[in-house]
């Protein structure tokens, strides 16, 4: 037996094809939705892996440093670094916002990391591309690749100029930014930093308070404002443990004796993927589901039309003996052809689109093949409108009046 | 009694019921020998395409028999389970338009009805082929429907009809479409396969130029036949 669905699309193949391209663009879309998702579910990830962390010291009762903001004191982990299990411990502060080089800026995550800290402390760059770690307590940085910086560059962070003497590659923060990597001290300053106005302003109040300005005690002044001028917070405490160490064994006894909220790396993820890219997630998937409604609204109309163009086709078949289960096969086999020309379209589509995505793309072989089995469900589902039409048509009608 | 050939005794078909019920076949007694073709003639409306449905097997008659061969294919309400492998295997049929598949060659599209009743493609195109040879389309036998003539079409579509060697064909109004030499040309294939298989073929028609050539036509009026005897011109 001959496969009349393989005769019928050769013959019609322009439709097939048009068709098919039109579903395949759409699948396309699906897809990259599908790797936008991942992308940043791995984005999480990799902030996660190279911070190098094994636990996570923020302010009590906050889901900090990536999902709420969270401030400690920084000497802090001298005390966590004393505690038994741990190996390393290091202060880190996130600051996203604009980072100026020449006449562009480039949105980034600013993150400030102990400057000269031995290899391997947490919150630093684990491995660079190019260049060197900085060194010096000041002004020098480490960019990802992504900022399109490059070595010897000068970029500005609020008022400050920074060298850059390192690349690194893949270090993003949860949505994606690049990171840019500052010592920890000027990091601080650019959190908190004021402006002149400001400082000059809440110097005059201070001045002006009789408590602390005390003719006589001329230090005390000295020393209050120096304390205001200068910020002594963080974001958070990583901490690297020790091997052998049990990361909630540890993480309680910090919660014991510090009344720290301490989170372990499966908890991170968890507030990564569970809270910060959940609406995203859901967004993605409203998409999805309206585009599976579309493909299969597109797909259904289409066989429904081929296969009306064809009623005295299927009359003459069955008059002269076709099984309706081949007819419904031949319908069937044309959807599933569809769907294949579209799932194809739509694949090399997105592998060619993805790289073009502002954001990470990820295009993982497990959303392929979901991907693929869902559009061989829909299509097969979509010609049962078409199918039922073709049953019903009566042989009689090839003989006519 | 013939045990070979197509016989009907007695049929009768009502479309609808109540008052609105059409009596379009009120009896009807007739019979057709193998190698014979005859002509189905009569008014519109007089119940022809009524009577081929039942003979083809796609409608149900109200009453009567019908038997293929000596096996009974209708009596009284009762019919031969599987009317599609009946359909396949032993009736052909020939329309007015020749009603081709348009996505299949013409190889194909005569290679189909042996296909379907479960023949290896190789043996059903090859049986084809032997058969568009005795047509004269075999120049033919890679093109599509719609590159051929209206004859050609025509011929192809008997081809079809014949290509199971089903004991009866039906044709509806098969030389409508045609001028008067190719109409010719159709009938005098028609009655070469009656004799060459041993088929028995009727054809419905209102063309005058090819009821001559009938032996035997069957007219019919009102849901009612009376067979009479043809001029039978041309082909003895
Ligand atoms: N499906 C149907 N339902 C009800 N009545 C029908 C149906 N088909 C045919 N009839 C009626 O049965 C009678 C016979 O119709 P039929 O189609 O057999 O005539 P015909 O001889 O083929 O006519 P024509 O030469 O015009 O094709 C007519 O009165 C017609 O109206
Ligand atoms: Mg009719």
């Not at chain 1, 902030?47 to 709420?68: F, H, I, K």
């Not at chain 2, 109409?183 to 294939?189: D, E, S």
């Not at chain 2, 028995?200 to 063309?207: E, N």
């Amino acid at each position: 037996m001959i496969s009349l669905a393989g005769r019928d699309i050769l013959h019609a193949w322009g439709k097939f094809v048009f068709t098919g391209v039109g579903l395949g663009l759409l699948i396309g879309v699906t897809l990259v939705m599908a790797g936008v998702y991942r992308g940043m579910v791995d984005d999480g990830k990799a902030l996660l892996d190279n911070s190098g962390a094994d636990l996570w010291v923020v302010q009590q009762d906050t889901l900090g440093p990536y999902a709420e903001s969270s401030s400690l004191k920084d000497d802090l982990y001298r005390t966590i670094l004393a505690m038994p299990g741990v190996a390393r411990a290091a202060n880190v502060t996130y600051l996203t916002m604009q980072v100026r080089q020449g006449e562009r800026d480039v949105r980034a995550m600013v993150v400030g990391a102990a400057a000269g800290a031995p290899a391997g402390t947490p919150g630093t760059p684990p491995y660079l591309v190019a260049g060197r770690q900085f060194t010096r307590g000041h002004y020098e940085a480490v960019a990802d690749m992504a900022t399109g910086f490059k070595l010897g560059d000068t970029i500005r962070i609020r008022r400050n100029q920074y060298t850059v003497v390192g690349l690194t590659r893949r270090m993003v923060s949860s949505s994606g930014d690049p990171m840019v990597f500052i010592p920890l001290k000027d990091a601080q300053e650019a959190q908190f930093l004021k402006d002149n106005d400001a400082i000059w302003q809440s110097r005059r109040r201070t001045e002006a308070n009789p408590a602390i300005n005390r003719p006589g005690a001329s230090g005390v002044l000295d020393a209050v404002l120096a304390s205001q001028s200068s910020n002594n917070f963080v974001n958070a405490i990583l901490v690297r443990l020790e091997p052998g160490a049990d990361p909630d064994e540890v993480a309680r006894t910090i919660y014991r004796w510090k009344r720290l909220t301490v989170y372990t790396r499966a908890q991170m993820e968890d507030i990564l993927v569970g809270k910060l890219i959940a609406t995203s997630a859901r967004q993605i998937g409203m998409f999805l589901v309206i585009l599976a409604v579309v493909s299969a609204a597109i797909v259904a109309f289409i066989i429904y039309t081929l296969t009306m163009d064809k009623i005295r086709e299927i009359a003459v078949l069955k008059l002269i003996g076709t099984r309706n289960r081949t007819i419904a096969a031949m319908i069937m086999q044309q959807a599933l052809a569809l769907g294949a020309i579209g799932f194809a379209v739509g694949k090399i589509t997105a592998t060619f689109a993805a790289p073009l995505f502002p954001k990470y793309v990820l295009l993982v072989p497990q959303d392929s093949i979901a991907g693929f089995f869902a559009v061989m469900a829909i299509c097969a589902l979509a010609s049962v409108v078409a199918i039922r039409m073709a049953l019903r048509v009566d042989p009689a009608e090839a003989i006519g009046g | 009694m013939a045990t070979k050939g197509i016989r009907i005794e007695g049929l009768r078909k009502r479309y609808g019921s109540g008052d609105t019920a059409v009596d379009a076949l009120k009896g009807v007694d007739m019979h057709v020998e193998p190698g014979e073709v005859v002509g189905l003639i009569g008014p519109s409306g007089s119940g022809k395409s009524t009577l081929l449905k039942s003979l083809g097997a796609v409608i149900d008659p109200t009453a009567g028999r019908m038997t293929l061969g000596d096996e009974v294919i209708y009596e009284q309400g009762w019919k031969v389970p599987d009317l599609r492998a009946l359909r396949r295997d032993r009736i052909g049929f020939v329309f007015q338009a020749p009603y081709l598949i348009p996505f299949l060659d013409v190889t194909d599209n005569v290679a189909l009805p042996p296909m379907l009743a479960g023949l290896p493609n190789t043996e059903a195109r090859k049986r084809a082929q032997d058969l568009l040879t005795a047509l004269d389309v075999r120049h033919r036998a890679q093109a599509m429907p719609s590159q051929l003539s209206g004859g050609e079409q025509q011929r192809v579509a008997i081809a079809r009809g014949l290509v199971n060697r089903p004991p009866v064909i039906l044709a509806d109004e098969p030389t409508a479409p045609l001028d008067s030499q190719r109409a010719m040309a159709v009938i005098r294939i028609l009655n070469d396969m009656a004799r060459k298989y041993e088929t028995a073929i009727i054809v419905v028609t209102h063309d005058e130029k090819i009821i001559p050539t009938f032996k035997r036509i069957y007219h019919i009026r009102d849901g009612v036949t009376h067979e009479e005897a043809g001029e039978g011109r041309g082909f003895e």
